[in-house]
């Protein structure tokens, strides 16, 4: 990748149009994991839009204990501190609103187009380019503090073989790279927007936006749910706190809240 992809603030900063997010912005070269920093500065009092950028993450984490690969001068490998008072109950749908985020980003800067595989899912051509990660803290019933991480497959040349359903906008551009300061900029402008309608309780665009870019809804799927057995259905709908509606050849319909589908075709 030529020399003008830097991911610093001096980078990012004339790109940026938000009120909130990114404000304020840290730019690392390197470091274990942007969630864990993040983390560590919430606890520290860091205030809500802080924005925390790396290079690359020699720890990157997925859900569940799960690694995250996180090559230097390839990605995006950031993380958002949020404060939104939520009712606890409504956490995935900071997720929800970072997948359309991310999907509408990557549509407006690359000009692929991308999809959501539920819950955290951005794919392009049945391929995982993009993954998130929300940890949140509550107080009560309420989300104190939330840190959303968001990783993005920019310029990445080549995935090793036991990440092949892994993909990158370098790959499916066809080798055409995209530059990261602003396509980082334009995800956190989407992501401030999405998040203003959530704290105003005016979510139904986003939700309608999501379910309009799933790739997920109306599918086969096998649904492997946190703590219990796999399970074959159809993905009905997603409900509006973005638990997954998938209906059993018995007619018996389950709500997914946690863990992972992968999409059958239809047999
Ligand atoms: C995710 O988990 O997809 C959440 C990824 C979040 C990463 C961001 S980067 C910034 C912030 N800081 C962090 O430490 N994390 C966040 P999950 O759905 O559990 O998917 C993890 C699985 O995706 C792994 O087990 C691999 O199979 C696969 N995987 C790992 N690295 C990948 C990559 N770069 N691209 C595509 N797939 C990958």
Redesign the pocket.
């Known amino acids: 990748m030529s020399l003008d992809d830097a991911l610093t603030e001096a980078a990012i900063g004339p790109h940026l149009s938000t009120c909130l997010l990114g404000r304020p912005l840290i730019c690392l070269p390197a470091t274990?994991?942007?969630?864990?920093v993040v983390r560590e500065q919430a606890h520290s009092g860091a205030p809500e839009g802080l924005v925390v950028i790396?290079d690359a993450?020699t720890?990157?984490?997925?859900?569940?204990g799960?690694?995250?690969?996180?090559p230097p001068g390839v990605?995006?490998?950031?993380?958002i501190l949020l404060r939104p008072g939520l009712p606890a109950a409504d956490a995935q749908r900071l997720t929800l609103a970072a997948a359309v985020a991310v999907a509408d980003a990557i549509a407006a800067v690359s000009g692929l187009q991308a999809g959501i595989k539920w819950p955290?899912?951005v794919m392009i051509a049945g391929?995982?380019?993009?993954?998130?990660?929300t940890e949140v803290e509550t107080g009560g019933d309420r989300v104190t503090a939330a840190v959303v991480?968001?990783?993005i497959?920019v310029n990445?040349p080549s995935?090793a073989p036991?990440?092949t359903?892994?993909?990158?906008l370098l790959i499916e551009r066809g080798g055409r790279p995209v530059a990261r300061a602003p396509l980082a900029a334009a995800v956190l402008l989407r992501f401030e927007q999405a998040y203003r309608q959530l704290l105003a309780g005016e979510f139904r665009p986003v939700l309608d936006r999501w379910r309009a870019l799933s790739v997920t809804l109306g599918r086969r799927v096998q649904v492997m749910p946190v703590g219990d057995q796999p399970y074959a259905g159809w993905a009905e709908a997603a409900d509006d706190d973005g638990a997954l509606r998938v209906r059993l050849d018995s007619g018996e319909v389950r709500r997914v809240l946690a863990g992972?589908v992968s999409i059958r075709s239809a047999e």
């Open positions: 274990q994991s942007t969630n864990a790396a993450q720890g990157g984490r997925g859900r569940l799960r690694s995250w690969l996180s990605g995006i490998w950031m993380s955290n899912d391929r995982k380019c993009s993954g998130i990660l991480g968001i990783g497959n990445t995935f036991d990440l359903a892994a993909t990158s992972d």
